[in-house]
């Protein structure tokens, strides 16, 4: 149906970004084709470690699922974005095809190894996140393709994440968010994955905050040094929720928490965290 309507046509899926555009007059597409009533589209599937996710699948099943709760940065993203009504409509996949620079999935996703998979009339293709998200609202996907499923590759031993975001209330969007993904050693830092959320038109990967830590024991002063990198990568704009320079704070502030949960999940500890409301 996309390459017969071509661009007078829109893909709806849980309608929580489309809808608000299409009432505000932003989208007026002639054709809306509705994926919610294609069977097999909503599941989480684990595979030694690994795990996929329909296109459809809502945030609220995946707040729920046993199989996420054990990667609890995936956790945090679901629970915490917006409440319970948008979680019960909105989709994983409708979320990284709308590539809104304050939406949570793509910067959480971004810290663990996640593909995704693009069906279109030519077949199947599978694309790094990172490439797939190529601007504030703009993809890799072709006019006539979808996206078919969400594939996050299973994380080595003595893994820990944590996301959190600094919101004004939480049917809203984030001033500004951290996702923080280590492996530890001991007490050194194998490896880090930090990603900045809201303060740049795609999710910013802080590779300087990520160097900070990587190869060190976490000390405070490791930890204050990740932080004061990941401030100078962020790129945010002055807007209604903020200006740049209070974003840039913020940013440092939440980093430094991130990274002292995610040290202390990789080592076992459960930590049940909450994004942080003014
Ligand atoms: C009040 C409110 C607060 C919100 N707060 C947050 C928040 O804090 N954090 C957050 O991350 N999000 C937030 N959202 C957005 C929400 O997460 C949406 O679910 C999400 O952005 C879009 O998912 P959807 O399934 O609703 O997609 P839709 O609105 O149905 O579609 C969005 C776009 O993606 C396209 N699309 C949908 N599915 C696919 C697919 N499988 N393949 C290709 N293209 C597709 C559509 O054509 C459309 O262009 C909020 C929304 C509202 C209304």
Redesign the pocket.
Known sequence: MLSQFGDDA????????????MKLRF?NPKHL?D?NFIPG?SYIKEENGALRFG??T??AEIEASSEVAKIPILHD?AA????VQ??N??????????A?P????ATVLMTLQTNIRCLGPKGDRTVPLADFIKDAYT?A?APD????EVMVNARPKNSGGAYL?F?RSA????TASAAVQLTMEGDICKDAAILLGCVGLIPIKAKEAESALRGKQITDKAISSAAESARAAADPQSDMRGSAEYKRTLVGALVKRAIDIAVRRARGEHVEVSHIYA
């Open positions: 829109k893909l709806l899926a849980g309608g929580q970004s489309l809808i608000p555009l989208a084709v994926l589209t296109p459809m809502r945030h993203c915490g974005i917006a409440d948008v979680r409509r909105g989709t994983i996949g409708g979320s990284l095809a709308e809104d304050s939406g949570d999935w993809t996907l393709e979808l996206v078919s975001a919101k049917p809203v969007y984030p």
